[in-house]
């Protein structure tokens, strides 16, 4: 998750009102947040503001399709989506995540597809050609594989690997000697690309398939005689898909849509011409019907409600599948095409003579309506909650589009009101939220929804933003001296006791920084004659100091190293967190504005990148960590507050006199997008899973949240507060939490997920890396191994009761993904057997960096990407679960430095500090002395554990440093201490 602690942007005083999203700026004319809140209480009404309804639903952009555009489906494991252009006979491949297309050659009029995303297979049927073109989803190569006369439509069943494709248009006669042509449906064996022939009856329209049962069930829309009377059709032919061999179940006249629920065993049969709608029991094939009062086309099943959605001329109806009950919901007319997100409970219609898109909440059939570019064809990704409406282009010939919807619903509650100085802090681990009001930190546990505070011993004025270790579960606040005192304070607080130590620091802490790698927490000496960044060890309570004029703060915990941004000049200074070593580089860019001084941070430890903004020099800095080498991006606009993502390799910076987001490539070192959003955009938070970006903006009655999706760079606004100033995001949850500055701490459901019966557990495996924590898994081995447990239980969920004979469909895959981008979703392997459940899987991840991570899961229970037949995607919610990949230490070595006698000292007096190694025998000590940014070893590797302060040493701030190594070690070093002195003039 790469937890916010990590990385640090704007850097006030530890008294300032908070540490984002205000009035940082020390330049003159930017409106400092004094200005801007007394503007706002000049509004009229302003006591009576009420809190309004968040904003949900939103286009947030197109992209562009080719010519025709129509069926469309998505690989949530991928995040790809794909639309079959029937006009240009081709496939246009979407990037979910950055939005880059590719155009893929198919057969002659492309017409329907489906996906396996077991196998990362697309199949697409043409019906002009008599073929499936099957797509290799890793590289767009591409097969053709000879079906039936006018393929139609396709299903896959992902657990047996077969492909079924409904032919439309008659074979020659197989039946001799009845003359009349077969209709047939064409198996792909998905791992030869081998085929098998079914014959079915007339017009095979629609199909669909019960994984739990390896049924297929095809729609034969069938034929009328010229007499009136029926041949072969209007029927729904049964496949077993072990033996291929098919039976025949009566239905109504013209049947064009069908749809299954696995966990019922029910099959839906939507039939045009008689406007009815036949319900098959998959066991006995018996039926019931169902009378409609307008004529069906499309049907869909959300088998975690139990509810069936039909798409008739006029209005949707929904059927109840416990009790048959029907119902309609007006929406706009010629409703044409269905798409459900079972996590949601929500249902997307389109329709084939407007530019709407009508939104049904599940739950209270309410409706919504959205003007999208079309509705040929949608489909849903339930893992970034995005919607995709296809619209096929102009009768000219222009190329069509694809809407992306963003699904989000952000549902906004108040979680306390109370006097903030802070921004919200959350340990996503233990699910606290932490704000500092003056002198106390509130803590709300959002699990147990009760709030406690924690005081701060009674110290005036207001604290800093809280800093969380999610790794030792301590919390640290700083607070700047006042009223004359010498010195500030960090208080560490306990998060499990609340229990309160106070450090004592420098005049004017700011904005803290930590690695959890190290436990070793940074602390800018901000305001302070002495110019120095604190460390404090998390474990010790010791502290030592660096002289370097701190501003901007970051570290990287996967490389241990510390950015610290210096003016005057403008310069990033770059510590080694072991050795404290400096290196500094100055910051002159190419931009015709005058270079000002570092404004912002963001270190992507994935990348092993840094970037710097430097305000109004409209320059972004990019420092490769492996070189130091530093690249300036000349910006068109000012570059201030920055965020990036590391599963896009995108970063993102406020303009905010330009009232923009300026959008970079951080693999290119390019800026790909200014996104106009609002006046004075300030803080940025990013969602790396979700593909979200958040930052607030100005208008005269309230500021609002502007959303920015990453595919499309389009934006919706959300009103959730008079004067919200800062936020944090918990993508285990997918909740964002903001302060107002008028009181209260908001937080945002964004996707208002509903129960799903499907449940994720996994841990790490215990093994001889494991590192005992208490409060997450622990490892020195940067490719840890997991287990998880995966249980479906549908029969016993509200929508169906306790009933008994239900199929609870199996878990058929778990897909996992890291928060550092890596290579994406990737599938974890089965340890039980096939159709178990609960069923087991393991999973073991590439090399993955020093840090704090976050390991998310998916499991599917059927169809993951669900298909145009009918299916919703058949996938759980995410789940998430936090690691710790820690450097290893040598067994049992360890080191301390002490002297004896305590400082400061003078010049020429006698002081000897000893080294004592730990946990072996026949040490070998080296001695450095630090002074500045000057590093000089004093005393090289020997026995000799003692080293004394020279009689000739000038006076001044220096820190001894001592390595230990054992004398078959294989390192450098096995174990480092340091000890800071200072040495005055003057006698003893």
């Given at each position: 998750m790469?937890?916010?602690?990590?990385?640090?942007?704007?850097?006030?005083?530890?008294?300032?009102?908070?540490?984002?999203g205000?009035?940082?700026?020390?330049?003159?004319?930017?409106?400092?947040?004094?200005?801007?809140?007394?503007?706002?209480?000049g509004?009229?009404?302003?006591?009576?503001?009420?809190?309004?309804?968040?904003?949900?639903?939103?286009?947030?952009?197109?992209?562009?399709?080719?010519?025709?555009?129509?069926?469309?489906?998505?690989?949530?494991?991928?995040?790809?989506?794909?639309?079959?252009?029937?006009?240009?006979?081709?496939?246009?491949?979407?990037?979910?995540?950055?939005?880059?297309?590719?155009?893929?050659?198919?057969g002659?009029?492309?017409?329907?597809?489906?996906?396996?995303p077991?196998?990362?297979?697309?199949?697409?049927?043409?019906?002009?050609?008599?073929?499936?073109?099957?797509i290799?989803?890793?590289?767009?190569?591409?097969?053709?594989?000879?079906?039936?006369?006018?393929?139609?439509?396709?299903?896959v069943?992902?657990?047996?690997?077969?492909?079924?494709?409904?032919?439309?248009?008659?074979?020659?006669?197989?039946?001799?000697?009845?003359?009349?042509?077969?209709?047939?449906?064409?198996?792909?064996?998905?791992?030869?690309?081998?085929?098998?022939?079914?014959?079915?009856?007339n017009?095979?329209?629609?199909?669909?398939?019960?994984?739990?049962?390896?049924?297929?069930?095809?729609a034969?829309?069938?034929?009328?005689?010229?007499?009136?009377?029926?041949?072969?059709?209007?029927?729904?032919?049964?496949?077993?898909?072990?033996?291929?061999?098919?039976?025949?179940?009566?239905?109504?006249?013209?049947?064009?849509?069908?749809?299954?629920?696995?966990?019922?065993?029910?099959?839906?049969?939507?039939?045009?011409?008689?406007?009815?709608?036949t319900?098959i029991?998959?066991?006995?094939?018996?039926?019931?019907?169902?009378?409609?009062?307008?004529?069906?086309?499309r049907v869909?099943?959300?088998?975690?409600?139990?509810?069936v959605?039909?798409?008739?001329?006029?209005?949707?109806?929904?059927?109840d599948?416990?009790?048959?009950?029907?119902?309609?919901?007006?929406?706009?007319?010629?409703?044409?095409?269905i798409?459900?997100?079972?996590?949601?409970?929500?249902?997307?219609?389109?329709?084939?003579?407007?530019?709407?898109?009508?939104?049904?909440?599940?739950?209270?059939?309410?409706?919504?309506?959205?003007?999208?570019g079309?509705?040929?064809?949608?489909?849903?990704?339930?893992?970034?909650?995005?919607?995709?409406?296809?619209?096929?282009g102009?009768?000219?010939?222009s190329?069509?589009?694809?809407?992306?919807?963003?699904?989000?619903?952000?549902?906004?509650?108040?979680?306390?009101?109370?006097?903030?100085?802070?921004?919200?802090?959350?340990?996503?681990?233990?699910?606290?939220?932490?704000?500092?009001?003056?002198?106390?930190?509130?803590?709300?546990?959002?699990?147990?929804?009760?709030?406690?505070?924690?005081?701060?011993?009674?110290?005036?004025?207001n604290?800093?933003?809280?800093?969380?270790?999610?790794?030792?579960?301590?919390?640290?606040?700083a607070?700047?001296?006042?009223?004359?005192?010498?010195?500030?304070?960090?208080?560490?607080?306990?998060?499990?006791?609340?229990?309160?130590?106070?450090?004592?620091?420098?005049?004017?802490?700011?904005?803290?920084?930590?690695?959890?790698v190290?436990?070793?927490?940074?602390?800018?000496?901000v305001?302070?004659?002495?110019?120095?960044?604190?460390?404090?060890?998390?474990?010790?309570?010791?502290?030592?100091?660096?002289?370097?004029?701190?501003?901007?703060?970051?570290?990287?915990?996967?490389t241990?190293?510390?950015?610290?941004?210096?003016s005057p000049?403008?310069?990033?200074?770059?510590?080694?967190?072991?050795?404290l070593?400096?290196?500094?580089?100055?910051?002159?860019?190419?931009?015709?504005?005058?270079?000002?001084?570092?404004?912002?941070?963001?270190?992507?430890?994935?990348?092993?990148?840094?970037?710097v903004?430097?305000?109004?020099?409209?320059?972004?800095?990019?420092?490769d960590?492996?070189?130091?080498?530093?690249?300036?991006?000349?910006?068109?606009?000012?570059?201030?507050?920055?965020?990036?993502?590391?599963?896009?390799?995108?970063?993102?910076?406020?303009?905010?006199?330009?009232?923009?987001?300026?959008?970079?490539?951080?693999?290119?070192?390019?800026?790909?997008?200014?996104?106009?959003?609002g006046?004075?955009?300030?803080?940025?938070?990013?969602?790396?899973?979700?593909?979200?970006?958040?930052?607030?903006?100005?208008?005269?009655?309230?500021?609002?949240?502007?959303?920015?999706?990453?595919?499309?760079n389009?934006?919706?606004?959300?009103?959730?507060?008079?004067?919200?100033?800062?936020?944090?995001?918990?993508?285990?949850?997918?909740?964002?939490?903001?302060?107002?500055?008028?009181?209260?701490?908001?937080?945002?459901?964004?996707?208002?997920?509903?129960?799903?019966?499907?449940?994720?557990a996994?841990?790490?495996?215990?093994?001889?890396?494991?590192?005992?924590?208490?409060?997450?898994?622990?490892?020195?081995?940067?490719?840890?191994?997991?287990?998880?447990?995966?249980t479906?239980a549908?029969?016993?969920?509200?929508?169906?009761?306790?009933?008994?004979?239900?199929?609870?469909?199996?878990?058929?895959?778990?897909?996992?993904?890291?928060?550092?981008?890596?290579?994406?979703?990737?599938?974890?392997?089965?340890?039980?057997?096939?159709?178990?459940?609960?069923?087991?899987?393991?999973?073991?991840?590439?090399?993955?960096?020093?840090?704090?991570?976050t390991?998310?899961?998916?499991?599917?229970?059927?169809?993951?990407?669900?298909?145009?037949?009918?299916?919703?995607?058949?996938?759980?919610?995410?789940?998430?679960?936090?690691?710790?990949?820690?450097?290893?230490?040598?067994p049992?070595?360890?080191?301390?430095?002490?002297p004896?006698?305590?400082?400061?000292?003078?010049?020429?007096?006698?002081?000897?500090?000893?080294?004592?190694?730990?946990?072996a025998?026949?040490?070998?000590?080296?001695?450095?002395?630090?002074?500045?940014?000057?590093?000089?070893?004093?005393?090289?590797?020997?026995?000799?554990?003692?080293?004394?302060?020279?009689?000739?040493?000038?006076?001044?701030?220096?820190?001894?440093?001592?390595?230990?190594?054992?004398?078959?070690?294989?390192?450098?070093?096995?174990?480092?201490?340091?000890?800071?002195?200072?040495?005055r003039?003057?006698?003893?």
């Amino acid at each position: 998750m790469n937890f916010s602690p990590f990385v640090s942007t704007e850097q006030p005083t530890a008294h300032s009102q908070s540490t984002r999203g205000t009035d940082l700026r020390p330049e003159p004319g930017y409106p400092s947040l004094k200005a801007r809140v007394l503007r706002l209480l000049g509004c009229t009404a302003w006591l009576l503001w009420t809190a309004l309804p968040a904003r949900a639903q939103a286009v947030v952009g197109t992209m562009p399709a080719g010519n025709g555009a129509g069926a469309v489906a998505v690989n949530p494991a991928t995040n790809k989506i794909y639309v079959v252009n029937s006009a240009s006979d081709t496939l246009t491949v979407l990037d979910g995540a950055r939005g880059a297309g590719v155009t893929v050659a198919v057969g002659h009029q492309p017409m329907a597809l489906a996906i396996n995303p077991v196998t990362n297979r697309i199949y697409v049927a043409n019906a002009l050609d008599g073929t499936v073109t099957v797509i290799d989803g890793a590289t767009n190569a591409t097969t053709t594989v000879p079906v039936g006369v006018s393929p139609a439509a396709v299903a896959v069943n992902p657990v047996t690997n077969k492909i079924y494709v409904t032919n439309y248009g008659p074979e020659p006669p197989y039946r001799s000697p009845d003359p009349r042509p077969a209709y047939t449906v064409t198996v792909i064996d998905g791992a030869s690309n081998a085929t098998a022939t079914v014959i079915v009856e007339n017009r095979p329209r629609a199909v669909a398939l019960n994984p739990v049962t390896n049924k297929i069930y095809v729609a034969n829309f069938g034929d009328l005689d010229p007499s009136g009377g029926r041949i072969p059709g209007h029927t729904v032919s049964v496949i077993d898909g072990i033996s291929n061999t098919a039976s025949t179940v009566e239905v109504g006249l013209h049947p064009t849509g069908i749809a299954v629920n696995p966990v019922t065993n029910k099959i839906y049969v939507s039939n045009y011409d008689d406007q009815t709608e036949t319900v098959i029991d998959g066991a006995t094939q018996a039926t019931v019907t169902l009378a409609l009062d307008q004529r069906p086309q499309r049907v869909a099943v959300n088998p975690v409600t139990n509810k069936v959605y039909i798409a008739g001329v006029t209005a949707m109806m929904v059927i109840d599948g416990t009790t048959l009950a029907l119902a309609a919901i007006p929406v706009d007319s010629n409703p044409s095409d269905i798409a459900v997100n079972p996590l949601t409970d929500k249902v997307y219609v389109t329709h084939g003579t407007s530019d709407t898109l009508t939104v049904i909440d599940g739950s209270t059939q309410t409706v919504a309506t959205l003007t999208v570019g079309g509705g040929a064809g949608i489909a849903t990704n339930p893992i970034t909650n995005r919607i995709y409406v296809t619209h096929g282009g102009s009768s000219g010939g222009s190329g069509g589009t694809v809407s992306v919807i963003d699904g989000a619903v952000n549902l906004k509650q108040v979680l306390d009101m109370g006097s903030w100085v802070s921004a919200p802090v959350l340990n996503a681990v233990a699910n606290r939220l932490y704000v500092s009001e003056p002198g106390r930190v509130k803590v709300i546990d959002l699990r147990a929804n009760t709030t406690s505070t924690v005081s701060l011993g009674g110290f005036p004025g207001n604290p800093g933003a809280p800093l969380v270790n999610p790794v030792t579960n301590k919390i640290y606040v700083a607070h700047g001296a006042m009223n004359g005192e010498s010195g500030g304070t960090v208080a560490v607080i306990d998060g499990a006791t609340h229990a309160t130590v106070t450090v004592p620091v420098s005049g004017h802490p700011g904005a803290l920084v930590l690695n959890p790698v190290t436990n070793k927490i940074y602390i800018p000496n901000v305001g302070s004659d002495d110019n120095t960044i604190t460390v404090l060890d998390g474990a010790t309570l010791a502290t030592s100091s660096i002289l370097v004029s701190p501003g901007p703060l970051a570290v990287n915990p996967a490389t241990n190293r510390i950015y610290v941004g210096n003016s005057p000049p403008p310069a990033l200074t770059i510590l080694d967190g072991e050795s404290l070593a400096a290196t500094t580089l100055p910051l002159t860019g190419s931009s015709p504005y005058e270079s000002t001084p570092p404004f912002a941070i963001a270190v992507s430890p994935a990348l092993n990148k840094v970037f710097v903004t430097d305000g109004r020099g409209r320059t972004l800095f990019v420092l490769d960590g492996a070189t130091n080498a530093l690249t300036p991006i000349v910006a068109d606009g000012n570059v201030e507050s920055l965020a990036v993502n590391p599963g896009t390799d995108r970063v993102y910076a406020t303009d905010f006199f330009g009232s923009d987001l300026l959008v970079f490539d951080a693999a290119t070192h390019a800026q790909v997008a200014r996104v106009p959003v609002g006046l004075y955009p300030q803080t940025i938070a990013v969602n790396s899973v979700t593909n979200r970006i958040y930052t607030f903006v100005e208008r005269q009655s309230n500021n609002p949240m502007v959303v920015l999706d990453g595919m499309t760079n389009g934006t919706q606004t959300i009103d959730v507060g008079w004067y919200p100033y800062a936020l944090t995001l918990n993508p285990l949850t997918n909740q964002v939490y903001m302060v107002d500055y008028f009181g209260p701490l908001w937080s945002l459901d964004v996707d208002g997920a509903r129960p799903t019966p499907v449940a994720i557990a996994a841990s790490g495996v215990v093994d001889r890396w494991t590192v005992a924590n208490d409060n997450l898994y622990a490892t020195t081995n940067p490719s840890p191994s997991f287990k998880a447990t995966v249980t479906s239980a549908f029969s016993t969920s509200a929508a169906y009761g306790s009933a008994n004979g239900l199929s609870d469909p199996a878990p058929t895959a778990l897909y996992h993904w890291v928060d550092d981008g890596g290579t994406g979703w990737e599938q974890a392997t089965r340890t039980s057997a096939a159709g178990a459940n609960p069923a087991e899987f393991s999973l073991t991840l590439p090399p993955t960096g020093l840090g704090v991570h976050t390991l998310y899961l998916v499991a599917a229970y059927g169809d993951e990407g669900g298909a145009v037949s009918g299916h919703s995607p058949s996938l759980s919610h995410l789940q998430a679960l936090p690691f710790f990949i820690t450097q290893p230490t040598p067994p049992g070595t360890r080191v301390s430095l002490d002297p004896d006698r305590n400082g400061p000292y003078t010049v020429g007096q006698e002081v000897t500090f000893t080294a004592v190694g730990h946990g072996a025998s026949g040490y070998q000590y080296r001695f450095y002395l630090h002074h500045g940014h000057d590093r000089t070893l004093v005393q090289d590797y020997s026995a000799v554990a003692t080293w004394s302060i020279p009689a000739n040493l000038e006076p001044g701030d220096y820190r001894l440093e001592v390595w230990v190594r054992t004398p078959n070690s294989t390192q450098d070093k096995d174990a480092t201490a340091n000890r800071a002195f200072l040495l005055r003039t003057g006698k003893s």
